[in-house]
């Protein structure tokens, strides 16, 4: 019985780990697509106004917005993680 109990943990490590390494390369993916300065338009091209400060919108939210949402994530299933082991 204890050994059916270790490989089910074994397993869920794996699959948590799994996780773990898909949601490190989504967050790095859209951290790099939101380019320091420039909005996502001018890394495909076009030119910057030359603020400094301005409001996300379209794609450029939805990026910073699912970015929130996947560091959010990340770090639970790492507290999961750490619970479980």
Not at 43 to 63: H, P, W
Request: charged share 10%.
């Amino acid at each position: 019985m204890k050994s059916e109990e270790q490989t089910l943990a074994q397993l869920w490590i794996t699959a948590i780990r799994v996780v773990q390494i898909i949601l490190c390369l989504a967050v790095i993916a859209f951290i790099l697509l939101q380019a320091r300065g420039a909005g996502l338009g001018s890394a495909f091209g076009g030119s910057s106004a030359g603020s400094v400060f301005k409001t996300r919108r379209g794609v450029e939210r939805l990026i910073f917005n699912i970015t929130i949402v996947f560091v959010v994530l990340f770090a639970l299933i790492s507290l999961l993680s750490l619970l479980i082991h």
